[in-house]
């Protein structure tokens, strides 16, 4: 099975990823993780070009990004992937869809995960992470024991440079200008479905698991 996750940021993508993955055993498909993979274990023969679009903070180009994506399907061909918050514009869906099309492979399900725009917001100012082991709390969807505090490491959690209303604003705005067309794009081939991420955090995830159960028992 292949299912693809997206939705702005702070509607909890990536926790969710990872809740599916353990339960589904999936194995996830994360661009910005493969990137970094493919740099640090020198994967590809394009690796300082890789590097100096990193380096940059610049897209990189879409025959690199065909390439991971197509050796990472070869790869996986017979898992079940999760691919969590890629695409993100139309073009890299057109690149997902040639590269599982070329392997006879398809995508089932393209679930996007929705949220008002004040409580993105919302959550996202709330959201810190520990310094220490990376775990991201949130104060309204998943805080710690401890208010401020680390539940593993017992140390003061820190809030993201950009976990700022204005830069998240601009974050919005480009997610609507970049992904919204993904709706249109996977609507039109039957596998979209929109999950309501307003709840708490195992709301979310019995909802997202009900959509694929469901289609699995009626494959």
């Known amino acids: 099975m292949r ?7 702070g509607v909890g993508k990536g ?3 990872d809740l599916l993955s353990k339960k589904y055993n999936f194995i996830k498909f994360s661009m910005g993780d493969i990137l970094r993979e493919t740099v640090s274990k020198k994967r590809s023969s394009n690796i300082e070009e890789i590097e100096r679009f990193l380096k940059r903070g610049e897209l ?4 690199i990004v065909f390439d991971l994506v197509e050796n990472f399907l070869i790869k996986n061909r017979n898992s079940n992937i999760l691919f969590d918050g890629f695409p993100r514009n139309l073009n890299q869906a057109h690149i997902l869809n040639k590269s599982l099309v070329h392997l006879g492979l398809s995508l089932e399900l393209a679930l996007e995960l929705h949220l008002d725009e004040e409580e993105i917001i919302k959550r996202l100012i709330n959201r810190r992470s520990c310094p220490k082991c990376g775990r991201i709390y949130n104060f309204i969807t998943d805080p710690p024991k401890s208010n401020g505090v680390c539940d593993q490491c017992n140390i003061e959690l820190v809030k993201r ?4 209303e204005q830069i998240i604003r601009k974050r919005l705005h480009v997610y ?3 992904t919204r067309a993904l709706v249109d794009y996977y609507k039109s081939s039957s596998i979209y479905c929109q999950v309501d991420a307003s709840g708490m955090q195992n709301e979310v995830f019995e909802n997202i698991s009900k ?3 469901a289609y699995t028992n009626k494959r």
């Not at 440079?161 to 700022?164: P, Q, S, V």
């Open 211 to 213: 959509i694929i159960d």
């Open 161 to 164: 440079a950009d976990d700022d």
């Open 176 to 178: 609507e200008k970049q």
């Open 3 to 9: 299912i693809l996750l997206f939705g702005p940021p």
């Open 60 to 63: 990189v180009p879409d025959e």
């Open 15 to 17: 926790t969710q990823a």
